[in-house]
């Protein structure tokens, strides 16, 4: 089975269990502006895990594109990826533990045939302190499975400590590792997110990886969750029934499941190849890469690693590209340009020549032209963009050089220095290196190290804080800016045309900042006017609600949306209309919103503090209610 393979027998099995299956969201998120990227499966999802009602019922089911920019250093292994397709199932208060599991067993099995010999499952330790307790019901659930099959699998409890003993294929973990929620452990979880215990599933590439006499784990007990490359993680049941308060943890509403698994992982374990780039769905553009470079993926072991960051970062672009991000200095455009430049680099180590590297997109976007068509519509455009972002950067690099010449005069060049080089100009700590060896000094390795990960630490830190309480933060402010920020791009398109669409947002309780595509400055006086229209939405006490509606009569009606191809045949459209029956504000929106405008009026008048360019082409307002 190939990967594309696996996914539709995967999304064919949930449709046979009465799952209705859902196109992948963006990788940018419309609906949450807390978030640069959608970095799993259940991020669209949350507010239906809340309770509110999916236009499609209680069972859903998708292959989601998912982007983690967290990982890009990990990137170089045989496991990790930036880019990757999450396979998805949920239950909005209808099966749980028992049907979930089964079906898990039955898919990984029977379906796709994986041997259940190799395969071993984790289960939540339990947390008397939280007043959470131990998982058995779904270790014993897995062991009734293994005895079915004739296996007498023993549920482990101390791997971690003390390793595998023979015949263990249940495990209990703390929620370090089998608690799921987007805030991570249960202590890190603001109030009003949901989160539960979770059941992980691996797959055993064999012992041999794990005794490797060149791990660094050789000497240390292996089990499911250590580094060693033996075990891999395959997917994760998360059992979703608690939400954090203020004083602790209660029980949701209703109880749902959450699946999430990876097709590449997936596509590694049937394979039996733990090296996730030598899969099927790499092939082409791994063939594209070694004819450019003149090279052999996997005989050397500095261009393996070089290999597989061009793979990732590539097919991440491509999609990001895809999805409407373009290379800038802020947000998910830095992001994009960090991984063209580092593509960049790892192309010249390969010796493939500049500007060659966007001859590789068309494998890319021919390999998913079938599942992910407006790629391939996009081939061209992608192609411009990682052409002219390369040779942007080869530009920085011969201005860094210049500055590393100047720097090198004085007979050092500290650490700091070469970090400074590297964060200021994509100057490669390797090239800083072999440049001030031939002038007889040495770089400081350990201090750039040091400000490499204080500077990446500070990233991440940002990313988190950013990320933090997602769509649980469903404080009344952030509600009434959401609700606000739509009637903004409502009054938007009735001044300047239907050519303006919403191309980012970020709310907090401060303010709203909204970016909208519009070529130029918006004159003073027409921000007034958006303005009075945004204050006689909220002044007119206009009701909110939503409607579920065929798509088609949707884009009929004059609904405001993007990308229209990635919605599912019933979409949920949000809509405010005042009590003379005007419309204020329509578009496709699952996000949480005020009853009526009049909530917003509470924090005060909407005003628009200022209006400058975000990128080309497109505008950025910032607002505030005062």
Known sequence: MNAHEIRSAYLDFFKEKGHAITPSAPLVPENDPTTLFTGSGMQPIIPFLLGEKHPLGTRIADSQKCF??????????????????MLGNWSFGDYFKQEQIVWMWEFLTERIGLDPHRLSFTCFRGNE???????????????KLFREAGIDAKI???????????????????????????????????????????SEMFWDFGAKLGLHEASPWRDQPCHVNCDCGRFVEIGNNVFMEYKRTESGFE?????????????ERLMAAKNDNPDIFRGDIFDTLRKKLEELSGKTYGEDISHTYAFRILMDHMRASVFLIGDGVRPSNTDQGYVLRRLIRRSVRFADMLGIQPNMLKTSVATITDEYASIYPSVKEQEQEIEEVLGKEESKFRETLVRGLKELEKRLAS???????AFELFSTYGFPLEMTQEIAQEKGIVVDEETYRGEFKKHRDLSRTASAGKFKGGLADHSAKVTAFHTATHLLLAALRKELGNDVHQAGSNITEERTRFDFTYPEKVP?????????????AIEAGAAVGTTVMDKEAAKAAGVEGSFWEKYPEKVTVYQVEGPDSTVYSQELC?????????????????????????????????????
Do not use: C
């Open 251 to 263: 029980k949701l509403a209703q109880k749902n499941v959450d699946f999430g698994g990876g097709l």
């Open 68 to 85: 983690r920019a967290q990982d890009i250093e990990e990137v170089g292994d045989n496991r990790h990826t930036t880019f990757f397709e």
């Open 411 to 417: 007979g050092t060049l500290s650490g700091k220095d």
């Open 524 to 536: 003073r006086e027409t921000l007034d006017r958006v303005e009075a229209y945004v204050n006689e």
């Open 129 to 143: 302190e939280l007043g959470i307790p131990k998982d058995t019901e779904a270790a014993e659930l897995w062991k």
């Open 590 to 626: 699952g996000g949480p919103h005020v009853k009526n405008t009049a909530d917003i009026a509470q924090f005060g008048r909407f005003k628009i503090v200022k209006e400058e360019a975000s990128s080309a082409g497109v505008r950025r307002i910032k607002a505030i209610l005062q």
């Open 156 to 198: 482990g409890e101390n791997s971690k400590e003390d390793g595998i003993h023979e015949g263990e294929h249940i495990f209990y973990y703390s929620e370090k590792k089998n608690w799921w929620s987007r805030a991570g452990v249960p202590g890190n979880m603001p109030a009003g997110e949901p989160g539960g215990p979770d």
